[in-house]
């Protein structure tokens, strides 16, 4: 079976087709904002000029016939930019006669990272520009344990990155500099119960910079704060839901230092580590087109009159009758 999967929940524009094994055509378009964030009308006008060229590049290399589905990315994300996905896949699901599949986001990074790991029954850290999120099932949902009680992870690394005059996006950029910090200076460490808070922490870390404190150690105190939030929530829920695994998504899953703290974590507490390659961690159409396959083969299809976007579509919302 071949799903085609269509990822444009904000800057990134991603049109893929999967099968069971492997993804066999991805073409991916991001948009990439001039100066400062990401405007939600911008990205999504870049969304509508440039899908059907990503469109075409993928039927020159897969026969339209051999669809079964069509997934696409429902939410959350930006009204803007939703709406001209959903709208593209009920086109094309019409046009071709295929069933239609309206995809949650996280959930499917969650998926694509089991997917491509092996991992079985993960607690997930998913970390990327807007959710920052500590997730694992229990029974036939994901639930959510932990997240940001105001921005995501990869937000406040742009910017900060921003505020020291680095362009978008900015956590590369800061786990470059951080490699060359040397001194760790003291910022906000926000964990409460199992929620963590990073707002608090880009403002300190904006005003040592202001003081005078190199950009490498400002990069340097950052992550290693916010990571080790990330990692004692990561830990806590480990110990409470007595799981074994641990599996990295995101975009800000890149990040070898966290990579690095999550290891040492797992390996105190002999859990496995698991992280999926790199070009399936940020957002990416092929994480939306397995998961759609996922639920198709388990029954889910979604009717053209429920295939509006949910800009707050939440994974719990999710009935998961897979394995
Ligand atoms: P979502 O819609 O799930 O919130 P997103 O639109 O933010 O996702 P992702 O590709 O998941 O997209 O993540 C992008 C974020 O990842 C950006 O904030 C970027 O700075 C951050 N990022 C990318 N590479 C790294 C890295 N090596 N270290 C830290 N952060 C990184
Ligand atoms: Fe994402």
């Given at each position: 079976?071949?799903?085609?999967?269509?990822?444009?929940?904000?800057?990134?524009?991603?049109?893929?087709?999967?099968?069971?094994?492997?993804?066999?055509?991805?073409?991916?378009?991001?948009?990439?904002?001039?100066?400062?964030?990401?405007?939600?009308?911008?990205?999504?006008?870049?969304?509508?000029?440039?899908?059907?060229?990503?469109?075409?590049?993928?039927?020159?290399?897969?026969?339209?016939?051999?669809?079964?589905?069509?997934?696409?990315?429902?939410?959350?994300?930006?009204?803007?930019?939703?709406?001209?996905?959903?709208?593209?896949?009920?086109?094309?699901?019409?046009?071709?006669?295929?069933?239609?599949?309206?995809?949650?986001?996280?959930?499917?990074?969650?998926?694509?990272?089991?997917?491509?790991?092996?991992?079985?029954?993960?607690?997930?850290?998913?970390?990327?520009?807007?959710?920052?999120?500590?997730?694992?099932?229990?029974?036939?949902?994901?639930?959510?344990?932990?997240?940001?009680?105001?921005?995501?992870?990869?937000?406040?690394?742009?910017?900060?990155?921003?505020h020291m005059g680095?362009?978008?996006?900015?956590?590369?950029?800061?786990?470059?500099?951080?490699?060359?910090?040397?001194?760790?200076?003291?910022?906000p460490y926000v964990?409460?119960?199992?929620?963590?808070?990073?707002?608090?922490?880009?403002?300190?870390?904006?005003?040592?910079?202001?003081?005078?404190?190199?950009?490498?150690?400002?990069?340097?105190?950052?992550?290693?704060?916010?990571?080790?939030?990330?990692?004692?929530?990561?830990?806590?829920?480990?110990?409470?839901?007595?799981?074994?695994?641990?599996?990295?998504?995101?975009?800000?899953?890149?990040?070898?230092?966290?990579?690095?703290?999550?290891?040492?974590?797992?390996?105190?507490?002999?859990?496995?580590?698991?992280?999926?390659?790199?070009?399936?961690?940020?957002?990416?159409?092929?994480?939306?087109?397995?998961?759609?396959?996922?639920?198709f083969k388990h029954?889910?299809?979604?009717?053209?009159?429920?295939?509006?976007?949910?800009?707050?579509?939440?994974?719990?919302?999710?009935?998961?009758?897979?394995?």
């Amino acid at each position: 079976m071949k799903a085609l999967g269509i990822e444009g929940t904000a800057w990134s524009l991603s049109v893929a087709v999967v099968d069971e094994n492997d993804v066999i055509v991805m073409e991916s378009d991001p948009y990439i904002p001039k100066e400062g964030g990401i405007h939600p009308r911008e990205a999504s006008q870049h969304h509508s000029e440039r899908i059907g060229e990503l469109i075409r590049r993928v039927f020159a290399k897969v026969n339209p016939e051999e669809i079964d589905v069509i997934a696409f990315s429902q939410g959350p994300g930006m009204g803007p930019c939703l709406r001209v996905v959903a709208t593209v896949a009920r086109v094309l699901a019409l046009k071709l006669n295929k069933p239609l599949v309206g995809v949650n986001h996280c959930l499917a990074h969650v998926e694509v990272g089991r997917w491509k790991t092996g991992a079985k029954n993960p607690v997930t850290l998913y970390v990327s520009g807007g959710n920052s999120q500590v997730i694992a099932r229990r029974g036939n949902r994901y639930r959510v344990f932990g997240e940001t009680l105001d921005i995501g992870i990869g937000n406040a690394l742009d910017k900060l990155a921003r505020h020291m005059g680095l362009k978008h996006p900015g956590g590369p950029k800061i786990e470059q500099l951080a490699k060359d910090g040397r001194n760790y200076y003291e910022l906000p460490y926000v964990v409460k119960g199992m929620d963590f808070s990073f707002s608090g922490l880009v403002t300190a870390a904006q005003r040592l910079y202001d003081s005078g404190v190199s950009k490498e150690d400002v990069a340097f105190s950052f992550q290693e704060t916010a990571f080790a939030m990330l990692t004692e929530v990561t830990e806590r829920a480990l110990a409470y839901l007595d799981l074994d695994e641990v599996l990295l998504v995101g975009g800000v899953g890149a990040n070898s230092r966290l990579q690095e703290m999550l290891r040492i974590m797992c390996e105190d507490r002999g859990a496995k580590f698991y992280a999926p390659p790199k070009y399936l961690m940020g957002d990416n159409g092929a994480m939306i087109a397995y998961t759609g396959l996922l639920m198709f083969k388990h029954g889910h299809v979604t009717p053209i009159e429920e295939s509006y976007a949910k800009p707050d579509f939440r994974i719990e919302s999710v009935e998961v009758n897979w394995q």
